[in-house]
T-cell receptor, first 117, second 109 residues
Framework: DAGITQSPRHKVTETGTPVTLRCHQT?????MYWYRQDPGHGLRLIHY???????DKGEVSDGYSVSRSKTEDFLLTLESATSSQTSVYFC????????????????FGEGSRLTVL | QKEVEQDPGPLSVPEGAIVSLNCTYS??????FMWYRQYSRKGPELLMY????GNKEDGRFTAQVDKSSKYISLFIRDSQPSDSATYLC?????????FGKGTRLSVIA
């Protein structure tokens, strides 16, 4: 199994509170991603990183920010959580970038289940 | 029209059945076609990938791509209860992966 650890695995919080999810990898892969998975929507990309301090937005980035100060860590922050952000959040890593002639194979963590009341 | 369409199911079959899972897509630039398997409360993992058109076989699993019809399939022969999972198709060109919504499969012993 790819060395990807997400924390916390489960969290219940209240509307308006800040939340930070952490992704830690031991594979030394350059690319890291945050997805959310919801019934009826599938996997949607929130933000991704292509190196330390290099990040970019995905298709559902509103209300989320990310930071990557070390190769191995990628943080996802909800500045003020809303009920619409109740979801399962997956971190993924890849050796090669998505913008290229390759499969873009992603290795996923086990997910962080967030409930915003 | 969504770039990738996948019937969400759920699909329930008896053990030993042949299972067919399908996706359609609209972007003719897609060249890499993948199937991810996701067990309950786990992250997705890559099951198979195919480049361009054609078939690829791996044990009980066969992936097919028909680029002329913009249609991909995953066949599972002699299905087992351990195959019960959600199967997500994913595809890309020189652009980020686009995922289908996933089909939930249950194989009943």
């Amino acid at each position: 199994d790819a060395g990807i650890t997400q924390s916390p695995r489960h969290k219940v919080t209240e509307t308006g509170t800040p939340v930070t999810l952490r992704c830690h990898q031991t594979e030394n892969h350059r690319y890291m991603y945050w997805y959310r998975q919801d019934p009826g929507h599938g996997l949607r990309l929130i933000h991704y990183s292509y190196g330390v301090k290099d990040t970019d937005k995905g298709e559902v980035s509103d209300g989320y920010s990310v930071s990557r100060s070390k190769t191995e860590d990628f943080l996802l922050t909800l500045e003020s959580a809303t009920s619409s952000q109740t979801s399962v959040y997956f971190c993924a890593i890849s050796e090669f970038g998505q913008q290229g002639a390759n499969t873009g194979e992603l290795f996923f963590g086990e997910g962080s289940r967030l409930t915003v009341l | 029209q969504k770039e990738v369409e996948q019937d969400p199911g759920p699909l329930s079959v008896p053990e030993g059945a042949i299972v067919s899972l399908n996706c359609t897509y609209s972007n003719s630039a897609f060249q890499y076609f993948m199937w991810y398997r996701q067990y309950s409360r786990k992250g997705p993992e890559l099951l198979m990938y195919t480049y361009s058109s054609g078939n690829k076989e791996d044990g009980r699993f066969t992936a097919q791509v028909d680029k002329s019809s913009k249609y991909i399939s995953l066949f599972i022969r002699d299905s087992q209860p351990s195959d019960s999972a959600t199967y997500l198709c994913a595809m890309k060109g020189n652009t980020p992966l686009v995922f289908g919504k996933g089909t939930r499969l249950s194989v009943i012993a």
